[in-house]
């Protein structure tokens, strides 16, 4: 009987905690906006919300959305350099650099989080 009561303490504890869902938007608005509205959906429905995003993005974004978490990651090259790219280039210049930036960004959470992200989805265009 005790560890009944136990175990059900452990899980309304955990019942209480909300789940954390990292989202990683390319970084276009048309994108961002569209995580954003996924992030909204899904804080509702009762999940913590961390969104990844370049430094450039990290000030607009955080202000008009005060509870989610925004983690920046370092950019390859300053916005007005890749957008003289062309769309392959771009992708390219984009993702190989940000990938450890990216890994450093999710073992640091992991570590914050104590292991408690219940998945990551980021934009098909970030496939790092």
Do not use: W
């Amino acid at each position: 009987r005790k560890r009944d009561i136990e175990r059900a303490k452990q899980m309304e504890k955990i019942a209480d905690e909300k789940r954390r869902i990292v989202l990683v938007p390319f970084p276009e608005q048309g994108h961002i906006n569209t995580m954003m509205l996924l992030g909204q959906a899904l804080n509702l429905k009762g999940f913590a919300i961390t969104v990844v995003v370049g430094e450039s993005n990290l000030v607009s974004s955080s202000q008009d959305f005060p509870d989610f978490q925004f983690v920046p990651i370092q950019e390859s090259l300053p916005v007005s350099q890749l957008q003289r790219l062309g769309p392959v280039e771009f992708l390219k210049k984009l993702n190989k650099p940000s990938e450890a930036s990216f890994k450093d960004c999710i073992a640091h959470l992991l570590l914050q989080q104590g292991n408690d992200i219940a998945c990551i989805i980021y934009d098909e265009l970030m496939y790092f």
